[in-house]
């Protein structure tokens, strides 16, 4: 008797969509529940695991010998190595001036369409993106070659009559990096664009600013936001990328990308490479952290 | 923004720099129809390398795995991903920083650590490398893009259309069925497109976690670049092009007409 | 709601359109292999043979398969290792012994391939094709014929070379242009080899395991280091196109069949290398892949099969080397620990800019 009372009232003292309805703070736990979850599985604990990994050593076969050692942290600081941190930084970097200076004017053209256009006119950039990437960087491949159209097309026209020695250098890797990375500049210095009001630029042009003027004082000050966001977006996956080198650059350039997947795949040093992972990881972790609280992490960023 | 007319020096560089992103397209799809096959020169025109391709199993084997992946991962990442825009967005919970830090994580990090940590994750724990690690993984990774898209949707959402319903005595799962989900069903969609387009894309995070018999169309692509060189691969690309913008244009029609 | 509703629409239709293309095989293989390695007509004859559908995935070197199979990648039933990475495999127990009743086509090999000294008696592979790496060339392209490696060092050859994207392939190289084994430990010798190939640097235009003969052939390059079947299958289409084996000697591996350990489909893979062996489908692989061919009953057949072809596998000193190839050329051989020291090598030079 006693123990159905019990029971009874047990059951009816946790109902969990009771707990759901009447509690928020059980309600935001549920619905984040299963993010957190998925990702500390997924997530976390690979990145946990290669941090383990990089206090590893490399057994003769290229298995994993279970002795700890910080000996491939201090491989990192070779000067080799930060050679090529240098120089994929240096890519990242360009990457993402280039796609700054070059989707800067078109996000802004954008911007000051007229509002039906402009859908159209995002969705325009979007468009090729939604194709395959390995695609678009063979396509710019046929288009640079020493056969390729740059070459026939300029030599064509007479402007020169040796082929452009272009492909499988870095200003060929450059050309591909920009290419795929533009719409992740554009997209979000739109946004910031777009939201410039009306009024603050009518306010400069009553206060006699001339148009540069008020584009320097006005415009790009206020897309600031817009350009920290491209940046962090186009900047941490630039320096971190192998395929556009590979393909691109003859595979002649070694990027910290490289480096990582050669450590997996090829010297099968896995506890090297899970350190350079953790050293990629904790720069771009860095950056972000500085940016981000430089921006004010809020909506400006939000797409 | 003001409704002068731009520059014209703008319009021309807009113009150029739209050409700079297509003119790689349309020539790939022009020399799809290349009879040469080294790709050099132009000698004629054929559709062999169309039907050549719809007789490549492994072709038409990778497309299967790449729809397959892109499908339940959207599907998976969609509903997990509004979930933790929802609760990010509206509620406060203990650990709330930890959780929103931890769901930009997968953003953050450079694309071949993460592959790499999931290998070394899935070798350590002897699950077999295959389609289902490569859905797994992807649905790591799209689930923050769409929580980021949905929470920018959440953003302006104006809650009293919720009070409203509530008061006129719908709980509240009736209210997020009725009220709110149809609401944010753009920006939901916009997440789900999102993914769909980061999963079917994705070259790195698979290429890491890919076993037997698991190629995707990015994989074989990517063999193709490099090893077969034939029109087949730009047959290929003319397809995935002509597909894609056929299905926006659908959902952009689609969208117009609703508004 | 139309928008869901197209959507999902599309979405059941690409669905149905791609169920309906690709059926699940209930018998299957899956093949894990160099790309460019195994015919698909091999491949389809196989399935219509025994009703097995074959699933073909692609690495770009040993490295990569010894690499992937430690991952975990497991579920492949049959891999084509080379020479040396067959001893390593042995040594670590990751290949299953072969059951030569299921293997009656053996018997077709030239038994100068059978038995080597990475497999005695040939109890876990058989081989498959086998080849030397050495030096292509256009002869309308080139400054001068190249006869030697060290030749190529010359400027003349500034960024008009391709070269294997292979660490071991490529400092061997080097270190038989200075006169020491291809597969030294030494460390003066490897310092020797890595300045020498940074002098070397700039004549590489690109670095290309897959297909270094597409590089020859649309004018990218003018000379490659590269394997013999990418030369040959160069010179078919260009008949300009040189293959020499230099003289201070070239590479030479062998590649093998092999089932890895806890391969889900033993019958299948024994039945497919039992195919491979079989004379008709030694002459697809020289047909489309032209390495040399250990296959002697292959070989035979291929006299009145394609005697053309057969005449141009003789000839060509790619697919037939002729014993002063052979004199000179030196395997690679696992080197243990000092492979990191060949990586450094690799990551320093490639990371010079």
Same mark, same amino acid.
């Given at each position: 008797?006693?123990?159905?009372?019990?029971?009874?009232?047990?059951?009816? !003292?946790?109902?969990?969509?009771?707990?759901?309805?009447?509690? $928020?703070?059980?309600?935001?736990?549920?619905?984040?529940?299963?993010?957190?979850?998925?990702?500390?599985?997924?997530?976390?604990?690979?990145?946990?695991?290669?941090?383990?990994?990089?206090?590893?050593?490399?057994?003769?076969?290229?298995?994993?010998?279970?002795?700890?050692?910080?000996?491939?942290?201090?491989? =990192?600081?070779?000067?080799?190595?930060?050679?090529?941190?240098?120089?994929?930084?240096?890519?990242?970097?360009?990457?993402?001036?280039?796609?700054?200076?070059?989707?800067?004017?078109?996000?802004?053209?954008?911007?000051?369409?007229?509002?039906?256009?402009?859908?159209?006119?995002?969705?325009?950039?979007?468009?090729?993106?939604?194709?395959?990437?390995?695609?678009?960087?063979?396509?710019?491949?046929?288009?640079?070659?020493?056969?390729?159209?740059?070459?026939?097309?300029?030599?064509?026209?007479?402007?020169?009559?040796?082929?452009?020695?272009?492909?499988?250098?870095?200003?060929?890797?450059?050309? @591909?990096?920009?290419?795929?990375?533009?719409?992740?500049?554009?997209?979000?210095?739109?946004?910031?664009?777009?939201?410039?009001?009306?009024?603050?630029?009518?306010?400069?042009?009553?206060?006699?600013?001339?148009?540069?003027?008020?584009?320097?004082?006005?415009?790009?000050?206020?897309?600031?936001?817009?350009?920290?966001?491209?940046?962090?977006?186009?900047?941490? $996956?630039?320096?971190?990328?192998?395929?556009?080198?590979?393909?691109?650059?003859?595979?002649?350039?070694?990027?910290?990308?490289?480096?990582?997947?050669?450590?997996?795949?090829?010297?099968?040093?896995?506890?090297? @490479?899970?350190?350079?992972?953790?050293?990629?990881?904790?720069?771009?972790?860095?950056?972000?952290?500085?940016?981000?609280?430089?921006?004010?992490?809020?909506?400006?960023?939000?797409? | 923004?003001?409704?002068?007319?731009?520059?014209?020096? =703008?319009?021309?560089?807009?113009?150029?720099?739209?050409?700079?992103?297509?003119?790689?397209?349309?020539?790939?799809?022009?020399?799809?129809?290349?009879?040469?096959?080294?790709?050099?020169?132009?000698?004629?025109? &054929?559709?062999?390398?169309?039907?050549?391709?719809?007789?490549?199993?492994?072709?038409?084997?990778?497309?299967?795995?790449?729809?397959?992946?892109?499908?339940?991962?959207?599907?998976?990442?969609?509903?997990?991903? &509004?979930?933790?825009?929802?609760?990010?967005?509206?509620?406060?919970?203990?650990?709330?920083?930890?959780?929103?830090?931890?769901?930009?994580?997968?953003?953050?990090?450079?694309?071949?650590?993460?592959?790499?940590?999931?290998?070394?994750?899935?070798?350590?724990?002897?699950?077999?490398?295959?389609?289902?690690?490569?859905?797994?993984?992807?649905?790591?990774?799209?689930?923050?893009?769409?929580?980021?898209?949905?929470?920018? !949707?959440?953003?302006?959402?104006?809650?009293?259309?919720?009070?409203?319903?509530?008061?006129?005595?719908?709980?509240?799962?009736?209210?997020?069925?009725?009220?709110?989900?149809?609401?944010?069903?753009?920006?939901?969609?916009?997440?789900?497109?999102?993914?769909?387009?980061?999963?079917?894309?994705?070259?790195?995070?698979?290429?890491?976690?890919?076993?037997?018999?698991?190629?995707?169309?990015?994989?074989?692509?990517?063999?193709?670049?490099?090893?077969?060189?034939?029109?087949?691969?730009?047959?290929?690309?003319? =397809?995935?092009?002509?597909?894609?913008?056929?299905?926006?244009?659908?959902?952009?029609?689609?969208?117009? !007409?609703?508004? | 709601?139309?928008?869901? !509703?197209?959507?999902?629409?599309?979405?059941?239709?690409?669905?149905?359109?791609?169920?309906? @293309?690709?059926?699940?095989?209930?018998?299957?293989?899956?093949?894990?292999?160099?790309?460019?390695?195994?015919?698909?007509?091999?491949?389809?004859?196989?399935?219509?043979?025994?009703?097995?559908?074959?699933?073909?995935?692609?690495?770009?070197?040993?490295?990569?398969?010894?690499?992937?199979?430690?991952?975990?990648?497991?579920?492949?039933?049959?891999?084509?290792?080379?020479?040396?990475?067959?001893?390593?495999?042995?040594?670590?127990?990751?290949?299953?012994?072969?059951?030569?009743?299921?293997?009656?086509?053996?018997?077709?090999?030239?038994?100068?391939?059978?038995?080597?000294?990475?497999?005695?008696?040939?109890?876990?592979?058989?081989?498959?094709?086998?080849?030397?790496?050495?030096?292509?060339?256009?002869? &309308?392209?080139?400054?001068?014929?190249?006869?030697?490696?060290?030749?190529?060092?010359? $400027?003349?050859?500034?960024?008009?070379?391709?070269?294997?994207?292979? #660490?071991?392939?490529?400092?061997?190289?080097?270190?038989?242009?200075? @006169?020491?084994?291809?597969?030294?430990?030494?460390?003066?010798?490897?310092?020797?080899?890595?300045?020498?190939?940074?002098?070397?640097?700039?004549?590489?235009?690109?670095?290309?395991?897959?297909?270094?003969?597409?590089?020859?052939?649309?004018?990218?390059?003018?000379?490659?280091?590269?394997?013999?079947?990418?030369?040959?299958?160069?010179?078919?289409?260009?008949?300009?196109?040189?293959?020499?084996?230099?003289?201070?000697?070239?590479?030479?591996?062998?590649?093998?069949?092999?089932?890895?350990?806890?391969?889900?489909?033993?019958?299948?893979?024994?039945?497919?290398?039992?195919?491979?062996?079989?004379?008709?489908?030694?002459?697809?692989?020289?047909?489309?892949?032209?390495?040399?061919?250990?296959?002697?009953?292959?070989? #035979?057949?291929?006299?009145?099969?394609?005697?053309?072809?057969?005449?141009?596998?003789?000839?060509?000193?790619?697919?037939?080397?002729?014993?002063?190839?052979?004199?000179?050329?030196?395997?690679?051989?696992?080197?243990?620990?000092?492979?990191?020291?060949?990586?450094?090598?690799?990551?320093?030079?490639?990371?010079?800019?």
């Amino acid at each position: 008797m006693i123990t159905a009372e019990i029971s009874e009232k047990t059951i009816h !003292r946790f109902s969990l969509k009771k707990a759901l309805r009447e509690s $928020p703070v059980a309600q935001g736990l549920f619905l984040m529940g299963p993010t957190n979850t998925y990702l500390i599985i997924f997530m976390v604990i690979p990145l946990i695991l290669v941090t383990a990994l990089s206090f590893l050593s490399r057994g003769t076969y290229g298995e994993v010998v279970y002795k700890f050692s910080i000996e491939n942290y201090v491989r =990192l600081f070779d000067p080799l190595y930060a050679k090529i941190l240098g120089y994929s930084l240096l890519v990242g970097l360009l990457t993402t001036v280039f796609s700054l200076v070059i989707g800067y004017p078109m996000a802004y053209y954008i911007a000051r369409a007229p509002a039906r256009q402009r859908s159209l006119l995002l969705f325009l950039i979007l468009l090729p993106f939604w194709t395959n990437f390995i695609i678009r960087i063979y396509a710019w491949i046929m288009i640079l070659r020493s056969s390729g159209f740059l070459n026939s097309f300029l030599q064509w026209i007479g402007i020169i009559h040796e082929p452009l020695n272009i492909l499988y250098t870095p200003t060929a890797v450059l050309i @591909g990096m920009v290419y795929e990375f533009l719409p992740f500049m554009v997209l979000p210095l739109y946004t910031s664009l777009e939201k410039i009001e009306n009024a603050q630029l009518e306010a400069a042009a009553d206060l006699g600013a001339p148009p540069w003027k008020a584009f320097l004082r006005v415009t790009l000050p206020l897309s600031v936001p817009g350009m920290i966001a491209g940046t962090i977006l186009v900047f941490i $996956p630039a320096m971190g990328m192998f395929v556009v080198p590979d393909l691109m650059g003859g595979a002649k350039t070694i990027l910290i990308g490289n480096v990582i997947r050669n450590q997996f795949l090829t010297a099968r040093d896995w506890p090297f @490479g899970a350190a350079a992972s953790m050293l990629l990881m904790v720069l771009t972790m860095v950056f972000t952290l500085y940016y981000t609280r430089k921006a004010g992490f809020g909506e400006e960023l939000l797409i | 923004m003001s409704e002068k007319k731009p520059a014209l020096w =703008l319009r021309i560089y807009t113009f150029l720099v739209y050409a700079y992103i297509y003119i790689p397209i349309i020539i790939l799809v022009v020399f799809s129809f290349n009879k040469q096959k080294l790709n050099i020169r132009w000698e004629g025109f &054929t559709l062999d390398w169309y039907n050549k391709l719809f007789n490549d199993h492994q072709v038409l084997l990778a497309t299967r795995n790449t729809l397959m992946i892109a499908f339940i991962s959207t599907i998976v990442a969609t509903v997990i991903g &509004t979930m933790a825009a929802l609760a990010l967005q509206r509620y406060h919970f203990p650990g709330y920083g930890a959780s929103e830090t931890l769901m930009y994580i997968p953003i953050i990090i450079p694309e071949v650590v993460m592959g790499i940590s999931l290998l070394a994750f899935f070798a350590l724990i002897n699950f077999k490398l295959g389609l289902v690690t490569i859905t797994l993984s992807h649905i790591a990774f799209n689930i923050p893009f769409v929580a980021l898209v949905v929470r920018a !949707r959440l953003h302006g959402f104006d809650k009293s259309i919720e009070e409203a319903s509530m008061d006129l005595g719908a709980n509240e799962l009736v209210t997020f069925w009725r009220v709110t989900l149809p609401t944010i069903m753009p920006g939901v969609l916009s997440g789900a497109m999102l993914a769909l387009t980061l999963s079917l894309d994705d070259y790195v995070i698979t290429y890491f976690t890919a076993g037997p018999g698991s190629t995707t169309l990015p994989l074989r692509i990517f063999s193709m670049v490099r090893f077969t060189v034939t029109p087949e691969v730009n047959a290929l690309s003319a =397809l995935w092009v002509a597909i894609v913008f056929v299905i926006l244009f659908i959902s952009e029609y689609a969208q117009r !007409r609703r508004a | 709601m139309k928008k869901i !509703r197209i959507v999902s629409i599309v979405m059941l239709l690409a669905l149905l359109m791609v169920a309906c @293309g690709a059926q699940k095989a209930s018998k299957v293989l899956n093949l894990y292999a160099w790309s460019e390695y195994v015919p698909q007509v091999l491949l389809d004859n196989f399935t219509t043979a025994t009703g097995i559908q074959v699933n073909y995935d692609t690495y770009s070197s040993n490295e990569e398969l010894l690499a992937k199979l430690q991952a975990g990648a497991s579920g492949y039933d049959v891999i084509i290792p080379s020479d040396y990475t067959v001893a390593i495999m042995i040594k670590q127990g990751m290949l299953e012994m072969l059951d030569k009743s299921k293997i009656p086509n053996f018997a077709n090999l030239d038994n100068r391939f059978t038995n080597p000294d990475f497999d005695p008696g040939d109890l876990y592979t058989v081989p498959y094709q086998w080849g030397t790496t050495g030096l292509a060339y256009d002869k &309308t392209m080139v400054p001068f014929e190249p006869k030697r490696w060290a030749d190529v060092w010359d $400027p003349a050859f500034a960024n008009r070379l391709v070269a294997l994207d292979d #660490e071991r392939e490529i400092i061997g190289v080097v270190l038989q242009m200075l @006169g020491y084994s291809k597969n030294t430990t030494d460390q003066a010798q490897l310092d020797e080899a890595k300045q020498k190939f940074l002098d070397l640097k700039p004549n590489i235009r690109l670095f290309d395991s897959d297909s270094p003969h597409s590089a020859l052939l649309n004018g990218e390059a003018w000379a490659g280091i590269m394997w013999n079947g990418d030369a040959a299958l160069a010179y078919r289409e260009n008949p300009n196109i040189v293959y020499i084996c230099p003289e201070e000697g070239c590479g030479i591996w062998f590649d093998n069949l092999a089932i890895p350990k806890n391969a889900p489909h033993l019958d299948a893979a024994m039945a497919f290398i039992n195919f491979v062996l079989s004379p008709e489908a030694s002459v697809l692989i020289t047909e489309e892949f032209p390495y040399s061919s250990p296959n002697a009953a292959g070989l #035979e057949y291929l006299k009145t099969y394609d005697a053309a072809l057969y005449q141009s596998y003789m000839d060509f000193p790619g697919t037939n080397p002729p014993s002063d190839f052979l004199a000179h050329a030196t395997p690679i051989r696992d080197v243990g620990d000092a492979t990191t020291l060949y990586d450094r090598i690799w990551t320093e030079v490639k990371g010079e800019e």
